[in-house]
């Protein structure tokens, strides 16, 4: 047999026996209606199974062991978000306290709850408007950063890459003492102006890295025919190799996005109100929608609110995030 | 900007170009830091300044509630805090937390980059769906997990029959259980990604010639793909291992740093924003920067490696 044939077979009695042990165990150990979500599964890989045993050597370039990776990869990754899912849509007290994975009366009261509460309006407000100004400013940054240091040959260059390595490694709570202390001294404490300092400062170094790589794999000789065509130094930065460049700077955009809306130890110490208090740190404020109601299904709902722009730009940009967090970080 | 400016003196200019610049390399140096310059400012600003007045009100008994009584008392903050088991407990916290869960992130994450580097069908699935938990906000991964694991209302304990009563969050071992697998959730992503970058690198060549040789699976993982890999594990090591030092998020949604699980990170900002001591919780602050640079500097002597190195520069 060869290896490639013993590898399908293998991997396909691998996925039946996976397939197998969900259903047997959710028949033995669950009950409904979390049974279906158990038996689903199990037949995904029994199906798996069978499919790599009968198609025989007809497609022989597919790995069935990556397809089988690829569904339990799947099933790692939205397991906690389906569970938030389905606990943001269970319908009051009583279906939260009866446990489970799936809801018995499942509605969208939580939503509408989520939504009259101010306090998340404007926590959803503040953090776009955060986010949204601290990435623009932070890519301008690091794009002229990021250009010097792969195209510029100056005093000092190592130096902005150690500032830019330290402070990758810095110890975010370990600054929100002294700037609690300075913002309230300046009066920029619980301001946008307050959270979106330290977000540039500390989103910038991954720029710089994502973008110094991308403007290495830049041809050069493009920036010397427009400088031999008359263009000055800055006429080929700005004409040349921002164009080239967008792509990686899109890339550093999504990531420094991704770490401002993430964000929790500065929303939490630099603001304190509706004014200016971030998603992240808001859901820790939550109260149910009377005082006798755990928020447990609200803030489940909330979680959910503040995902879908993380699930649409995975979605969209996938291929961009995965090659900017992955070049330039490995060439040894 | 000067129209004599070149980039490359010795390669682009003619010659008469290059007469006229006074001092290309110095043109070349102004204009490098009149781009690189505002990024290194601002990225200072939050972090050198703040730095220094953390040094600076550490050497103080200073409470924001009671700044009449501000007083200089030297280095003995720093005595208080060394000498107190609560730091020594938090530091062993971290650095078990940092660990496990950087020695399990590399496991997974070998394994999920060994299957995105051989799938063909539904990558784009497959790479989407290993993005959420890298994309999604830690706060509402530790919630995710927090509830789960819940004795009433969570799924865990209904589906293992646990006894009604039993809570992880009840001790010191079943809330570090479910902090450190929120953390590996949420953070293998990013390490097999990594791995991948490294494993796209290792050269086919080499495991074909390893395969004719008659080298076992085993034996063509640890000679031949994980050395050729040493560059990506060490980075993911590195940055991996920093991060789970500084945990923050999780613990405190999970536990609010109860139960001996506060990491050194959440006893800086117990002292500093709960309990405004800022001459002491300064002196937190500069001990965990320094735990940090000596975690930092003892993998990269471990590695051998210079980070600007592996970074390609």
């Known amino acids: 047999m060869s290896p490639r044939r013993k590898s399908r077979v293998v991997w396909s009695l691998a996925a039946i026996a996976i397939g ?25 890989f029994v199906l798996t199974g069978a499919v790599g045993l009968a198609i025989g050597d007809n497609a022989p370039q597919i790995s069935w062991a990556s397809i089988v990776g690829a569904e339990l990869i799947v099933l790692y990754t939205l397991t906690p978000v389906v569970y938030l899912v389905s606990l943001s849509l269970k319908g009051g007290n009583a279906d939260v306290n009866q446990g489970g994975f799936l809801p018995h009366d499942p509605g969208f009261t939580n939503y509408e709850t989520v939504f009259e509460f101010s306090l998340f309006q404007h926590a959803l407000f503040n953090s776009f408007g955060i986010s949204i100004i601290s990435t623009s400013i932070s890519v301008v940054l690091a794009t002229f950063a990021a250009y010097a240091v792969a195209r510029l040959r100056f005093r000092g260059k190592k130096l902005v890459l150690s500032v830019a390595l330290a402070i990758a490694m810095f110890p975010v709570v370990a600054l929100v003492g002294p700037l609690f202390d300075m913002w309230r001294a300046i009066g920029i404490y619980d301001t946008w102006i307050g959270l979106i300092i330290p977000y540039l400062s500390f989103t910038l170094p991954m720029s710089i890295w994502v973008l110094s790589a991308f403007f290495r794999e830049i041809p050069w000789e493009m920036e010397q025919a427009a400088e031999v065509d008359g263009a000055t130094a800055w006429q080929a930065f700005r004409k040349v190799i921002v164009p080239l460049a967008a792509p990686g700077v899109f890339t550093a955009a999504i990531i420094t996005f991704f770490f401002a809306w993430n964000d929790f130890v500065f929303g939490i110490s630099l603001s304190s109100t509706e004014r200016s208090i971030p998603v992240p740190a808001s859901l820790a404020f939550f109260t149910g929608a009377s005082q006798f109601d755990q928020p447990i299904a609200a803030i489940a709902a909330a979680s959910v609110v503040v995902t879908i722009p993380i699930f649409v730009i995975v979605l969209l940009f996938q291929r961009k995030i995965v090659s900017g967090l992955t070049s330039g970080a490995v060439k040894g | 900007m000067a129209s004599t400016t070149t980039l490359e003196p010795t390669k682009a200019a003619p010659g008469g170009r290059r007469a006229k610049a006074r001092s290309p390399e110095s043109a070349e140096n102004r204009l490098g830091w ?119 209302t969570g799924f865990v304990n209904q589906w293992l029959h646990l006894d009604p009563g039993t809570n992880l969050f009840d001790d010191f071992w079943g809330s570090i259980f479910v902090i450190c697998l929120a953390e590996i959730w949420k953070t293998t992503p990013f390490v097999s990604l990594l791995l991948l970058a490294g494993l796209s690198q290792v050269p086919n060549d080499a495991i074909e010639a390893a395969t004719v040789d008659g080298a076992t699976w085993t034996q063509r993982l640890t000679k031949v793909i994980l050395p050729s890999m040493r560059a990506a594990i060490m980075v993911a090591v590195l940055f991996r291992a920093l991060d789970a030092y500084r945990i923050f998020d999780s613990p405190f949604i999970m536990t609010g740093f109860a139960n001996g699980t506060a990491p050194p990170s959440g006893l800086v900002y117990n002292a500093m924003i709960q309990r405004v001591e800022l001459g002491l919780g300064s002196a937190m602050s500069v001990l965990l920067f320094l735990s940090v640079l000596i975690i930092a500097f003892g993998l990269m002597k471990l590695f051998r490696v210079d980070l600007s190195q592996v970074r390609g520069d």
């Open chain 1, 20 to 44: 197998l042990i969900f259903a047997g165990a959710g028949l033995w150990l669950i009950d409904r209606p979390d049974l279906w979500l158990w038996l689903i599964t199990g037949t995904v």
């Open chain 2, 34 to 152: 009149k781009l690189a310059g505002p990024a290194v400012a601002v990225m200072l600003l939050v972090t050198a300044w703040p730095m220094l007045r953390a040094l600076y009100l550490s050497t103080f008994s200073y409470r924001l509630t009671d700044p009449d009584n501000r007083e200089f008392v030297g280095i003995s903050n720093y005595g208080v805090v060394l000498s107190d088991s609560l730091w020594w407990r938090a530091v062993g916290v971290a650095v078990f937390i940092m660990v496990v869960t950087v020695a399990v992130e590399l496991v997974i994450g070998f394994a999920f980059a060994m299957v995105m580097n051989n799938i063909l069908v539904a990558r784009g699935l497959v790479r989407a769906s290993i993005l959420v938990p890298y994309g999604i906000i830690t706060v509402v991964s530790a919630y995710a997990w927090l509830y789960a694991f819940q004795p009433t």
